[in-house]
């Protein structure tokens, strides 16, 4: 979790977990105490937050949105941030999808496309 206005500073923690209760219960204790951090910091807490979560499959989308976003979304809440914009990416590196441009014969895109409507999906 960065902790400054410049996203140059950092807190971190790491813990092992078996199975996706064990998860979640310990992913709100590891938020509350960058939630801390953060304050003892800046004087307050964040407006934004924005999380990325790698290692979710097309099925595992529903469970979560039902449990870990709800998770955290109560872990604000005990905070006292109940207006808090929060934004939850799921990072997908497996995919099928190639795109080619026809010019004439089909090319990669150029560098930089970015592909952010009808072929994407909403859950993602």
């Not at 950092?10 to 092992?16: G, K």
């Not at 996706?20 to 807490?45: F, H, W």
């Not at 979710?56 to 109560?74: M, N, S």
């Amino acid at each position: 979790a960065s902790i400054n206005a410049t996203f140059t500073k950092f807190i971190s923690m790491a813990d092992f977990h078996s199975n996706q209760s064990e998860m979640t219960d310990k992913m709100c204790p590891a938020i509350a105490k960058a939630l801390r951090k953060y304050n003892s910091v800046n004087g307050c807490l964040p407006e934004r937050v924005i999380m990325y979560r790698d290692g979710v499959g097309d099925g595992q989308i529903p469970y979560v949105v039902e449990h870990e976003v709800a998770a955290i979304t109560k872990c604000f809440n005990e905070a006292g941030m109940d207006e808090v914009k929060f934004t939850y990416i799921i990072v997908s590196k497996r995919i099928n999808t190639r795109l080619f441009r026809n010019n004439g014969k089909p090319t990669n895109p150029p560098s930089g496309t970015v592909v952010d409507d009808v072929i994407t999906l909403p859950e993602r």
